[in-house]
């Protein structure tokens, strides 16, 4: 065995004693490291986390070096290139014309607790640190997601028969408002919301995506079950707000979610603060054994953002609400990786791309 050939070697079975924490794995199993390579006493290698989402940075640096620098003889510093690969559910493969790797549902038990603001900055959040992303709007009836992301204007466009989605702050959109008169309302029965909602999967020319976020209507109704039909869902996010009314309706769509078999990803408490109190939302998360993903606090930004059609995490970025929506993006991120990568049904990390 060459000299290059055992620190290799060595390098990677020191490698194989750093754990990812949300996985508990180590990284070596997961086939996070690649190109491994020991050149003039530097470890060189990719590391491919499972989201450009993921907060855990400083950490893998940090722990790696303290696997290498002084305990691996021969080497004496660390380069590491980063990389990231969203894993895909495998049970979207073939389902759908456009590459997706996972669906997101963003719900609640009813309305008025916040529910679009949080899918809008959370899409956004994520396309900020690097994903792709796409935010479907599936509420049908009452679409707002144009006017949040300044696309009131926004007419259909259609190329090869498929609407093509508009796109803002980096992420991809659709929603029944660029469709629909907003002078008048649409009055449908359950069949024609479900067709609308699988229309918006297969004749909607979407990029290939890491993330779609699914803008929910409040209730659990005919929408949510149109969903669950129509795709398998990666993962389900609930908002509340921390006062015990929401909360109890906050309950039973969760309870939705978990009759059809979609995994619950987290709680999100929005509009936390003095005016609607707070710590409803982590209650509810310990009662149904479910994550906690943070607080939302109440802040006039995040009105402002919606109205202008500038997400706070765009227009108020540094702003506390700003902070908590980009910490979510993470924590979402995170809980998909888990949930997907825990699953038989999943591709693990080792074989994609």
């Known amino acids: 065995m060459t000299d290059q050939s055992r620190l290799h070697d060595a390098a990677l079975a020191a490698l194989s004693k750093v754990i990812e924490p949300e996985l508990r794995r180590d990284i070596v199993s997961l086939n996070m490291v690649r190109d491994l390579r020991v050149e003039d006493g530097i470890a060189r290698f990719r590391l491919v986390l499972t989201t450009p989402a993921c907060p855990l ?23 590491i290139t980063w990389d990231s690969q969203v894993p895909a559910d495998r049970r979207l493969h073939g389902r759908l014309q456009t590459p997706m790797r996972s669906i997101i549902a963003v719900g609640s038990g009813k309305g008025g607790v916040g529910k679009s603001t949080v899918a809008v900055n959370l899409a956004v959040a994520l396309g900020q640190h690097g994903a792709k992303v796409g935010l479907m709007d599936a509420d049908i009836l009452g679409p707002n997601i144009p006017m949040m992301l300044g696309l009131q204007a926004a007419q259909p466009r259609i190329r090869d028969e498929k609407l093509l989605p508009f796109e803002a702050y980096g992420i991809q959109v659709m929603s029944m408002g660029f469709l629909a008169d907003p002078a008048k309302p649409l009055v449908w029965r359950g069949p024609m919301l479900h067709g609308a909602i699988r229309d918006f999967f297969n004749k909607v020319a979407w990029d290939d995506l890491d993330y779609l976020i699914v803008d929910l209507p409040p209730g659990t109704g005919d929408a949510q079950l149109s969903l669950a039909q129509s795709v398998p869902l990666t993962g389900a996010v609930i908002v509340t ?15 939705t979610f978990e009759m059809l078999q979609v995994p619950i990803l987290g709680v999100v408490e929005n509009m936390s603060g003095e005016v609607f109190g707070e710590g409803g939302g982590e209650r509810l998360a310990q009662q149904r054994g479910v994550p906690f993903l943070g607080r939302i606090p109440m802040d006039a930004n995040v009105r402002k953002g919606g109205d202008m059609g500038r997400p706070t ?29 825990s699953q038989a049904d999943v591709i693990p990390i080792s074989v994609i791309g």
């Open 57 to 79: 940075k400083d950490v893998f640096d940090r722990s790696c070096r303290e696997a290498l620098v002084g305990k691996v003889e021969g080497i004496r510093d660390v380069e």
């Open 241 to 255: 707000q921390p006062q015990l009314v929401s909360l109890d309706d906050a309950v039973k769509g969760l309870a």
């Open 313 to 341: 995490v765009v227009a108020a970025s540094e702003s506390p609400a700003g902070v908590a929506f980009r910490k979510l993006a993470q924590d979402v991120a995170a809980r998909v990786s888990v949930v997907m990568l």
